[in-house]
């Protein structure tokens, strides 16, 4: 295999791999630092197909509630497996909101399942797996 090839897809490999855990890593520990607690109806429920690598069913939850006086529409701060979504379109539910970003929020009940702990668990490890492909590509890369 062509070196350089190789370098290039390591390199892309490990942008993707640091974002997605970083990401994660940044909502849990930055945005959700300190939220309160709202009503919200949610709105909608889109969802995402899988695809031949990812075949289950995915969710973006999309709420409506009133922060300071005005009117949010926000989605939750990422997509979900549909397995552990238990709500329906125009229910009320309790969520978190960081007041410097309120176009997001997480709902507790979500947060306290075993898979988005889990989720947690794995964001710094797959960031810094991210962060090692990364340093690999560019050493292969130059040294081709």
């Given amino acids: 295999m062509n070196p350089y090839a190789l370098g290039l ?13 970083g990401l994660n890593v940044y909502y849990n520990k930055i945005v959700f630092r300190s939220y309160e607690i709202y009503d919200a109806v949610i709105t909608k429920l889109k969802l995402i197909k899988g695809k031949s690598c990812n075949p289950y069913e995915s969710i973006q939850i999309y709420a409506e509630y009133t ?3 005005v009117l949010i529409t926000g989605h939750y701060y990422t997509i979900l497996t549909k397995s552990i979504v238990k709500f ?5 539910v309790e969520i978190q909101v960081n007041p410097d970003s309120p176009s997001v929020f997480r709902i507790q009940s979500i947060e306290d399942t075993t898979e988005m702990e889990n989720t ?3 964001s710094p490890i797959l960031t810094i797996c991210g962060i090692v492909v990364l340093i690999i590509g560019i050493a292969i890369l130059l040294s081709a």
Avoid: P, S, W
């Fill in 120 to 122: 947690r668990k794995r």
């Fill in 67 to 69: 922060v300071d006086g």
């Fill in 9 to 21: 897809a390591l390199i892309l490999v490990g942008i993707v791999l640091t974002a997605l855990g």
């Fill in 88 to 92: 329906n379109v125009g229910e009320t």
